[in-house]
């Protein structure tokens, strides 16, 4: 706003500086104008004098010469030719006010005396007369007459001096003036442009500033949503015209959601700038690299036109993604998924190639990340994140929702020692999904929440069922990490048990490693209200996650539960066989129970057994079933797994 104000001031000054130019430019015209007319009447009057001067000098040597010839006939007529000869000058002055009014009357009465004492002397000297001391009255009156003729010339004269000097003093003002004024004028200018320039190139500086941040992550620095469309159809266009194919990779991250709850927004930051810089590393100067928002990101790599280059390209920006970050002292392993889409082959505008860039992502994820090229059987139905969203809600809300139980036995009695909720959605259409294709999206939207409160509810209604029966089965329950950020989250947990009238040692909260590395003290508070009320927490998925051997000791749980990775292929693959010894005596060194899940074989179990383990769950010992299922397997069928 200042800016204008000083260009405004400097446009009104210079403005203001042009007219006091024009008005000296003028006054000096016109001063020059009337200089010029005052000049030439002085010059005129004293012409006039000057002729007046010459007249009475020719009269006075006429005279001279007619007395000095005693009057002869030719000297009497020059003589009274030549009297009178000034009347018409003085008439002039007369006239045209020439000379003061009084001077020219003490002239011209001086001539007209001086004329009649000639003719006097003449009319004597006609009759004969000659009248002695004549000439000298003529002289005496001659000689005053010329000197105030002379006087008066020497006067204007004079004043014709100091006129003119009075103009050029006059002039030296003006010129001081009008050099003064065209100084400050172009001065004004400079200041005037330079403020208009500064302005202009402020403003073209705000508006670059504004398309920067209309078209840019502020946190990461990348380019956003909308310079990927740009950018998207700025490809397109190039591959229409030349004939130059690309791919569009789409990137989410997995579990940052977790990061985000568990170790605060901040850690959630830095990890998103990390991430950034390393997509920035791992690309060409050709690639654009956005952040669409959240925990997702796109590349557009015009150096991979198809699928096996645009899939190698992934594979390398996965790789260079793995790589622990340290957020906060710690280090947190991060994943993605990612989504190829490729230009022509799986989309001709930027829209589609979005669309099954998206399709192919999120079928990555449902495969634990990776990397997926679109294929039109990925669409099978509506896989659109955001349709499964909404229907989801709604599933909730209409109890689509259903829990499938997995039993745990003890390893050395074989005996069935408690149960695994895992949820399941009874979708209308698709029919009954796992867990996979709706879990990391709940996660996602923070529909989790009233996933994890469904699968509660219908938990603790079994258990409190099956304690009627006569079967008193602890069921674990998972939770996602973000319950531990809650500190309501406790107070939840106790109303529901009360409800459903359930004592807190038949419930097990599952909780994967990653969460409570991040206690910090919040999550540490929430867990240790848990185990104040009774509630048995387990580490799920323990060894996949960031080492917290640390935390174990300064918040023990009940149980860990070694991931199945491991144990599935335990018994091929000496090093996953020495993982699960390690976490056994660990467990058993810490004095915590240790459950093995993915128990696929007899041989995986009896090995178990000669490690130590408590307990095992899988599909050797039984699939997740139904709950009236697993009511019967339970009255029939749990010493079915006998030692074989
Ligand atoms: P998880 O907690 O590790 O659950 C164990 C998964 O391993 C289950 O898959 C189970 O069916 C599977 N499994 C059990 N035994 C075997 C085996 O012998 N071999 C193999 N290959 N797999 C076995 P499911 O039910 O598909 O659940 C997958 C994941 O979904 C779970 O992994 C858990 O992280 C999540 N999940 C399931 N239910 C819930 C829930 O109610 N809330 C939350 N937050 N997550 C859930
Ligand atoms: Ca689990
Ligand atoms: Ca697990």
Redesign the pocket.
């Known amino acids: 706003m200042e800016a204008p104000a000083t260009a405004r001031s400097a446009i009104a000054g210079t403005a203001v500086g042009i007219v006091i130019l024009a008005i000296s430019a003028t006054m000096a015209s016109s001063g020059t104008v009337d200089t010029t007319d005052e000049v030439r009447r002085v010059q005129t009057v004293t012409q006039k004098l000057n002729g007046i001067s010459v007249q009475i000098n020719a009269e006075d040597a006429a005279l001279r010469q007619y007395l000095t010839t005693k009057g002869t006939e030719y000297r009497r007529a020059h003589l009274a030719e030549t009297l009178g000869g000034a009347r018409a000058n003085l008439d002039w002055l007369e006239e045209n006010n020439g000379i003061d009014r009084a001077e020219l009357d003490a002239i011209r009465g001086s001539y007209e005396n001086y004329n009649r004492i000639v003719l006097d002397i003449m009319s004597h000297a006609e009759s004969g007369v000659v009248v002695q001391g004549y000439d000298d009255l003529a002289s005496m009156t001659f000689a005053p007459l010329r000197d105030n003729v002379l006087r008066i010339g020497d006067i204007h004269q004079r004043e014709l001096t100091e006129y003119l000097q009075e103009v050029n003093r006059r002039a030296d003002v003006l010129q001081g003036i009008a050099v003064a004024t065209v100084g400050i004028v172009v001065a004004l200018f400079a200041v005037c442009a330079s403020v208009l320039v500064g302005y202009q190139r402020r403003a073209e500086r705000q508006a670059a500033s504004r398309l920067h941040e209309a078209t840019h992550d502020p946190l990461t620095g990348l380019g956003n949503r909308a310079k990927l469309h740009h950018e998207l159809d700025a490809a397109v266009r190039l591959g229409q015209a030349a004939d130059e194919p690309f791919s569009l990779l789409l990137i989410d991250l997995d579990r940052f959601k977790e990061v985000n709850d568990t170790l605060g927004h901040h850690a959630g930051d830095e990890l998103l700038v990390e991430v950034a810089q390393r997509l920035n590393q791992a690309c060409r100067a050709d690639d654009v690299v956005v952040r669409l928002g959240g925990d997702e990101f796109a590349l557009i790599l015009p150096t991979a036109p198809d699928h096996p280059e645009a899939v190698a390209a992934g594979e390398r920006i996965l790789a260079d993604l793995r790589r622990p970050i340290r957020l906060g002292g710690l280090l947190v392993d991060i994943d993605a998924s990612i989504g190829v889409a490729s230009y022509p082959r799986d989309g001709h505008d930027g829209a589609e190639l979005l669309q099954h860039a998206d399709v192919a992502m999120y079928a990555a994820k449902r495969r634990h990340g990776g990397v997926t090229g679109y294929d039109p059987s990925l669409d099978g139905g509506d896989t659109s994140r955001l349709t499964l969203q909404s229907e989801l809600r709604q599933g909730i809300g209409r109890g689509e929702l259903v829990?499938?139980y997995?039993p745990k036995v003890d390893v050395s009695t074989r005996l069935p020692c408690g149960a695994?909720?895992?949820?399941?959605w009874q979708h209308p259409v698709r029919g009954l999904l796992?867990?996979?294709t709706f879990?990391p999206l709940a996660?996602d939207s923070g529909l989790?929440d009233l996933?994890?409160a469904a699968?509660l509810d219908q938990a603790l209604a079994q258990i409190s069922e099956w304690t009627g029966l006569g079967h008193e089965l602890p069921v674990s329950?998972?939770?996602?990490a973000r319950s531990l950020t809650d500190d309501a989250f406790p107070a939840v947990i106790a109303e529901a048990l009360a409800r459903h009238g359930v004592p807190p040692r038949l419930l097990t909260l599952?909780i994967?490693e990653s969460a409570v590395i991040a206690d910090l003290s919040r999550a540490g508070k929430v867990l240790a209200r848990l185990r104040e009320q009774g509630v048995n927490i387990s580490i799920?998925?323990f060894g996949t996650g960031y080492s917290s051997i640390a935390h174990l000791r300064d918040m023990p749980p009940h149980e860990l539960k070694i991931?199945?990775s491991f144990v599935?292929r335990m018994c091929e693959n000496t090093r996953d066989e020495t993982i699960v010894r390690a976490v056994v005596d660990l467990a058993r060194n810490l004095r915590l129970r240790v459950v093995a899940?993915?128990?696929?074989t007899e041989s995986a179990l009896r090995t178990l057994g000669e490690l130590g383990c408590h307990e095992a769950?899988?599909?050797?010992i039984s699939?997740?079933l139904p709950a009236a299922e697993l009511t019967a397997w339970l009255a029939g069928s749990a010493m079915a797994i006998t030692r074989a």
């Open positions: 829990v499938f997995q695994e909720a895992l949820v399941r796992g867990p996979d879990i996660e989790i996933v994890t699968v329950v998972n939770i996602p599952e994967t799920d998925d991931d199945r599935m899940e993915g128990v696929e769950q899988g599909y050797h699939r997740p």
